[in-house]
């Protein structure tokens, strides 16, 4: 028996040269797809008329008047205007933004949360969405927010977009499919994603259940970081960077587009897909990027450098050199320093460090911070290993040694980051984390010369 055809299969532009399995290498590029031949215009942006009879379109994500702008024209079945309708307010009351201060939560303080458990609800990306801490303010475009999904069911019919931020999404189990307006973004494990403000996407679950990490970005768009003196390679390479080919749905049906906006979200009812783009050409698009292509870099004689080094993505404020967000990735290395304390030393600092374990062991912490799971230190909150992890590496013998089967990351910001009451009270917090410290020994005895 042959089963009917899927309503919401897109139409995807034949791979072309140079491409892999429907996505075009680079980051920040100037792509150019078509899913029909000819729907791309060539030589101008804003024909008198279009082929097949598109609309076209421009989706700007900088303002008109920056020195390079990002901005992308789209050729598409109805205008955007017509996936608009009147709004009305809806409420996800799990999903919070910036700023987000509950009086009876502290935030002051050391975290560490066990992974958040599955319930067998039928959770879709938007009911799924668990904010954990929420940093600067969504009005004026700084900070960001930190979020846990949970999702089991395909969004049918249902579409969204932010107009408040970009989304890093950081999956730690299943496979999601982003179906966006620009083409369509399979992720899974090992894997991240970045969602552009503005652009509309519908979220499917390919193998559920899902869960993973969220950040949402208030400020400035992700960039690679700058490289000074490490020069051209390693770290995260652009041609690594993947970006979907066109793809669209021509398919009348009735829907509706949720929209976040200013921390509020609202939701229109509109007769169609919206995700009806056929052929695009611009720098502001969706990728992904594979987390195993990062090349670290390190200390290669003494010392231990500033987990700096592991950044892959930054986001930049408005102050040169601290970030608005950025994101480090400690994965699968060598370390070999000689006469060196290896894993992360104590310290304090004027960053703010959310960490979560997608899988393995982190070697700073042993015992305790495990995949799923995610920690906290606060602005100027001191931290570093637990006891075990101290003793270990004071009398190790310092051979060349490999982290192996090892990968966490961290969203760290230049601003505090405040607590939700579903992270104070209802996410599964570690109550005795801080006591990871507790078995610390004092071994100073004044003797000269004496370690």
Not at 251 to 257: F, L, M, N, T, W
Not at 260 to 271: L, S, V
């Amino acid at each position: 028996m042959n089963r009917p055809a899927d309503p919401h299969k897109m139409v995807q532009a034949a791979t072309p040269m140079g491409t892999t399995e429907g996505y075009m290498p680079g980051f920040g590029n100037d792509f150019e797809t078509e899913a029909l031949p000819g729907a791309l215009p060539q030589g101008m942006n804003s024909p008198q008329k279009c082929n097949y009879g598109l609309y076209g379109e421009q989706l700007s994500g900088t303002a008109f008047t920056v020195s390079v702008p990002e901005r992308t024209w789209c050729y598409r079945i109805r205008p955007s205007v017509k996936h608009s309708h009147r709004y009305q307010k809806i409420d996800l009351p799990y999903w919070k933004s910036a700023p987000n201060i509950d009086p009876d939560v502290i935030s002051l303080g050391q975290y560490r949360w066990d992974p958040l458990p599955h319930t067998g609800a039928e959770l879709t990306w938007l009911t799924g969405m668990r904010t954990m801490t929420t940093a600067g303010d969504v009005n004026t475009q700084v900070g960001m927010a930190s979020h846990i999904y949970l999702v089991t069911a395909s969004m049918r019919d249902q579409y969204f977009f932010s107009a408040d931020s970009e989304l890093l999404v950081v999956p730690q189990e299943g496979r999601l499919r982003f179906a966006t307006e620009l083409g369509i973004i399979d992720l899974e494990p090992k894997e991240i994603a970045i969602i552009p403000r503005g652009l509309v996407y519908r979220v499917e679950v390919l193998k559920g259940p899902a869960r993973g990490f969220v950040c949402e970005n208030y400020g400035q768009k992700y960039e690679l970081p700058g490289r000074g003196p490490i020069g051209a390679n390693c770290m995260a390479n652009r041609r690594d960077f993947k970006t979907p080919v066109a793809a669209f749905e021509d398919r009348e049906a009735p829907s509706s587009v949720v929209i976040k906006w200013c921390g509020q979200f609202h939701e229109t009812r509109i007769g169609h897909s919206p995700l009806d783009v056929v052929a695009w050409h611009g720098n502001y698009a969706p990728c992904k990027y594979d987390l195993r292509d990062y090349c670290p870099v390190g200390a290669i004689l003494f010392d231990h450098p500033d987990p700096s080094i592991f950044t892959v993505l930054t986001a930049p404020s408005g102050s040169p050199g601290t970030a608005n967000i950025d994101f480090a990735l400690f994965r699968e290395r060598w370390m070999v320093m000689e006469n060196t304390f290896r894993p992360p030393w104590y310290h304090k600092n004027i960053m703010s460090e959310l960490m979560g374990n997608i899988y393995g062991q982190y070697d700073a912490k042993p015992q305790g911070f495990v995949p799923g799971g995610m920690s906290l230190h606060n602005m100027m909150l001191p931290h570093g290993p637990d006891k075990e992890a101290f003793e270990k590496a004071s009398n190790a013998d310092l051979k060349p040694e490999k982290l192996d089967n090892t990968m966490s990351f961290m969203f760290e910001t230049r601003f505090p980051q405040h607590l939700t009451a579903f992270a104070a009270t209802e996410a599964p917090l570690q109550d005795d984390y801080i006591d990871c410290w507790k078995d610390i020994e004092k071994k100073f005895d004044g003797t000269p010369g004496k370690k």
